[in-house]
């Protein structure tokens, strides 16, 4: 009785963390920002809940929440977005990028941790509302940011009536740490079993002159009491488990 007890107190402490079940999406998903296909009806949201830079909004001012599918070539994303300030005032999309509103994914296509942040040994994925897809580069293009549009798809649409929420449709490709923008290659076919690093993550800008709030999915252990880590380490992003 007592182990029952137990075992049913984790089930709910465990109740609205990350998922690290992935499910697959047998049918066809369409990058529209409607998310009406099979797969979303059926899998669980996880929170956006986890604080790394800037201070906690309020819910009225910000939440999130996501889920994640796939298929062999793709793994998809839907985040569901509350913000009553959309902000994006840098034209350059290779300029202060993060204190615009963006959504922004990490991703570890083999789950092997580590620095990545002059190196694509793992991506962070910057989505800007005009849906450019900004990261750092490495070596190859001076340790400079570069623009990975062809690994991205994304809509999104905003809801007339208050809270505005947006839904947010995303599509990512997945390439190697031996991926560079001069010789890219393919990306990598995905299938039952196979561990990813991931993370996400939300820049809230209100209408200052850098972003107030960075949310994310995972608790981050500080550094030096800094907890916005996942642009340089991997280590930091959680493991999902691609399930069929």
């Avoid at 402490?13 to 979303?40: C, F, H, M, R």
């Avoid at 929170?47 to 819910?59: E, F, I, Q, R, S």
């Avoid at 990306?187 to 209100?206: E, H, P, Q, R, T």
Wanted: net charge negative; aromatic share 12%; charged share 20%.
């Amino acid at each position: 009785m007592r182990y029952l007890l137990l075992i049913t107190m984790l089930l709910f402490q465990t109740t609205g963390t990350a998922k690290s079940l992935v499910p697959y999406a047998s049918s066809p998903v369409t990058i529209d920002g409607y998310a009406n296909e099979p797969v979303w009806q059926h899998s669980e949201f996880s929170p956006l809940k986890y604080n790394m830079a800037g201070v906690t909004p309020d819910d009225d001012d910000f939440s999130g929440r996501y889920k994640l599918a796939w298929n062999e070539q793709q793994l998809y994303l839907l985040a569901e977005i509350t913000d009553d300030v959309l902000i994006d005032t840098h034209p350059d999309p290779k300029i202060a990028y993060w204190d615009d509103d963006c959504l922004e994914i990490f991703i570890d296509e083999d789950a092997s941790g580590g620095n990545h942040l002059y190196s694509f040994n793992a991506f962070a994925y910057h989505i800007a509302l005009d849906g450019n897809v900004a990261d750092i580069g490495n070596k190859h293009n001076n340790n400079q940011v570069v623009l990975l549009n062809d690994h991205i798809e994304s809509v999104w649409r905003r809801q007339t009536k208050a809270p505005h929420t947006i839904i947010w449709e995303v599509a990512i490709k997945l390439y190697p740490d031996t991926f560079n923008t001069f010789e890219p290659g393919d990306s990598v076919m995905l299938f039952d079993g196979k561990k990813i690093g991931f993370m996400l993550a939300y820049c809230d800008n209100d209408g200052s002159e850098t972003r107030e709030h960075f949310m994310g999915s995972h608790d981050i252990t500080p550094v030096n009491g800094d907890k916005n880590r996942g642009y340089i380490d991997a280590s930091v992003f959680g493991k999902l488990t691609l399930s069929k």
